[in-house]
């Protein structure tokens, strides 16, 4: 017989054990320190196991009576399995749903990512995975039923989605399991199930004629001044696009032409810092003029409190006559890796570092902020410098 005292003193193993109290309850101890009551029972010949709640949640007090409660029913020849899973569909209990639990992970999670990201995030499962499973009581989805969400993507010819459904589907049901209200990940095991993804890379013009006929264009655009200014700022800073339109005056000192982002806006949560070229700071005093009272550099045209959308960039590239296989906001940056490196020779982890990738030193530690500041001052404006020489080369006739 087990006590209160012997179940909190058992310890974690390398593998599950099990600790037993009688009449078939038992408990698991996991390798996580998660303890699982368990009730096995025999009906009809066959032996099979029912979930009691686990430890402290479900006292054993609790789990005791709970055992009872179904050796009562199978003394009636009731299998108290199968008379819970009845008891739960016609419940519908809420607050076990794929839909409330993806809202609770989300809710929780959502102020370690980008606003970007967690907008995108939730838009994929309200697509992708509530129509299906939001109903459903997360004890009720095994791994059959995720394969069938995913397959319905994989069939619309969306790969790269599929993989990204699979992944938050994964750490939703991993937060469950976590959190003591799932036994196992039911989305664990189906990373093969879906063909690879196709890798592809953002559009971007890397040569450097072209380039200099991009910047002419940008130069030429007739658009309202904020989507201007930030599409001329684009190259020069190459930010990622979500960076730069979040971007915020209190973020921003002129007199020492710096930008620093703070770690809640970057993909890798650590705080980064942009020098400003010369170009790049009276762009930013001439738009100061017009966005200086609000809060964003880059604010929405309907509201100041909003920053301009995802999507004005791309659109304003499309206006000029650049396709999406062309050019793209994010392209920027590989446009800059390119020719930093192959035209202006700057050393590579100099140009990782702005670009804000993770970047070691040879002993394996990660550089902070600050390091190569100088080197990517002195490069930053360089860039610009010979970005202008670019945009005013006179093209061949």
Request: glycine share 6%; hydrophobic share 40%; no cysteine.
């Amino acid at each position: 017989m087990l006590t209160a005292a012997s179940i909190k003193a058992a310890r974690p193993k390398e593998k599950p054990y099990k600790m037993h109290d009688g009449n078939g309850l038992f408990l698991i101890i996991r390798p996580n320190d998660k303890k699982w009551w368990r009730f096995r029972y025999k009906l009809g010949g066959k032996t099979k196991e029912l979930s009691m709640g686990t430890f402290p949640d479900t006292s054993l007090r609790q789990a005791r009576f709970n055992r009872d409660e179904a050796r009562l029913m199978l003394g009636k020849g009731i299998d108290p399995s199968i008379t819970r899973k009845v008891l739960r569909t016609e419940s519908s209990n809420a607050s076990e749903t794929f839909a409330v639990i993806a809202k609770e992970w989300h809710t929780r999670f959502k102020d370690k990512w980008t606003p970007g990201h967690a907008k995108r995030l939730w838009r994929t499962l309200e697509k992708d995975a509530l129509p299906w499973l939001g109903k459903r009581s997360v004890t009720d989805i095994n791994p059959v039923d995720v394969l069938s969400v995913l397959r319905r993507v994989e069939e619309r010819g969306a790969i790269e989605t599929a993989h990204r459904v699979l992944s938050i589907i994964n750490q939703i049901m991993r937060y469950t399991v976590q959190t003591g209200r799932l036994e196992s990940n039911p989305a664990r095991d189906l990373t093969g199930a879906l063909p690879p993804a196709r890798v592809t890379h953002h559009a971007a013009i890397t040569e450097p004629k072209k380039v200099g006929e991009l910047l002419r264009a940008i130069d030429g655009y007739q658009g309202d001044i904020v989507t201007r200014t930030a599409l001329r700022l684009a190259p020069l800073v190459f930010v990622r696009p979500g960076e730069l339109r979040h971007a915020e005056w209190e973020e921003i000192d002129l007199a020492s032409a710096t930008w620093e982002i703070p770690a809640n806006k970057m993909k890798r949560r650590l705080p980064h810092i942009v020098p400003l070229s010369s170009q790049a700071v009276t762009l930013l005093e001439d738009i100061q003029a017009v966005s200086g009272m609000s809060g964003y550099v880059f604010p929405s045209l309907r509201t100041k409190q909003k920053p301009i959308s995802e999507n004005t960039i791309n659109a304003a590239l499309r206006r000029l006559g650049f396709t999406k296989d062309k050019m793209t906001g994010h392209g920027f940056r590989a446009m800059a890796r390119t020719l930093l490196d192959e035209q202006l020779g700057f050393p590579p982890d100099i140009i990782e570092h702005q670009l804000a990738h993770a970047v070691r030193d040879p002993l394996g530690r990660a550089y902070n902020r600050t390091q190569h500041l100088a080197a990517r001052r002195e490069m930053m404006q360089k860039w610009s410098n010979y970005l202008d020489e670019l945009k005013n080369t006179k093209p061949i006739r």
